[in-house]
Nanobody, 123 residues
Framework: VQLKESGGGVVQTGGDLTLLCAPSAGTVVNYHMGWFRQAPGKEREFVASISWTGRYTYYGDSMKGRFTISRDVDEDTMSLKMTNLQPEDTAVYYC?????????????????WGQGTQVTVSS
């Protein structure tokens, strides 16, 4: 499985952005999916994850209420809608897929990763 993110860019504080993840090779239909981010000089941070059915979701504490993860099983895609973006949300955002049994927020459980897309929130 190869994953590719899109939708990153520069947005002003308070603005919205939607990221999209799709497989460029293979399928993620039976995979849990997730988003992680990494800002310069900081460790990778869990953003959100979604079960392979799309029924269950899990969010990092600082994303709750502002970010929404979803997936389209028919289209084999996943998205992350981000609202009220703040400068501290500036990071490279990575899409990941997990073929294990449990839905988690641990990056160690995810088997496949995209190259990342840059999100920059200007103040």
């Amino acid at each position: 499985v190869q994953l590719k993110e899109s939708g990153g860019g520069v947005v002003q504080t308070g603005g919205d952005l939607t990221l999209l993840c799709a497989p460029s090779a293979g399928t993620v239909v039976n995979y849990h999916m997730g988003w992680f981010r990494q800002a310069p000089g900081k460790e990778r941070e869990f953003v959100a994850s979604i079960s392979w059915t799309g029924r269950y979701t899990y969010y990092g504490d600082s994303m709750k209420g502002r970010f929404t993860i979803s997936r389209d099983v028919d289209e084999d895609t996943m998205s992350l809608k981000m609202t009220n973006l703040q400068p501290e949300d500036t990071a490279v955002y990575y899409c990941a897929a997990d073929h294990s049994g449990a839905l988690t927020g641990s990056g160690d459980d995810f088997n496949y990763w995209g190259q990342g897309t840059q999100v920059t929130v200007s103040s």
